[in-house]
């Protein structure tokens, strides 16, 4: 079992910065694959970033690619989303996800642990 705790979200003006953390316990981090995913109102969940388990692979989606970065440090079992030139358009609830499996994953399925997720609001 794994659990997740995000934290870091809240309220930011629309070009502003934000990090979000999501610490992970209970088994070992180091060796899975993590995501962060987010949700909108009447929205699908969707991807924003994934990492491997070492951090040496990286994907985003092109609607944050150059604004957003995943980082882990498995010393701390934490896994970071910097986000910068925030737009309202990332309004959304954001969630930690973990992987049974050490490399990327894409899709909501190909996550095993979900946290219970931190609202980010952008005002314009």
């Known amino acids: 079992q794994v659990q997740l705790v995000e934290s870091g979200g809240g309220l930011v003006q629309a070009g502003g910065s934000l990090r979000l953390s999501c610490a992970a316990s209970?088994?070992?981090?180091?060796?899975?694959?993590m995501g962060w995913f987010r949700q909108a109102p009447g929205k699908e969940r969707e991807l924003v970033a994934a990492?491997?388990?070492?951090?040496?692979?990286?994907t985003y989606p092109d609607s944050v690619k150059g604004r957003f970065t995943i980082s882990r440090d498995n010393a701390k079992n934490t896994v970071y989303l910097q986000m910068t030139s925030l737009k309202p358009e990332d309004t959304a609830v954001y969630y930690c996800?973990?992987?049974?499996?050490?490399?990327?994953?894409?899709?909501?399925?190909?996550?095993?642990?979900w946290g219970q997720g931190t609202q980010v609001t952008v005002s314009s």
């Open positions: 209970g088994r070992t981090f180091s060796s899975s694959g």
């Open positions: 990492i491997n388990w070492s951090g040496g692979s990286t």
């Open positions: 996800a973990a992987r049974a499996k050490a490399g990327l994953g894409f899709r909501t399925y190909e996550y095993d642990y």
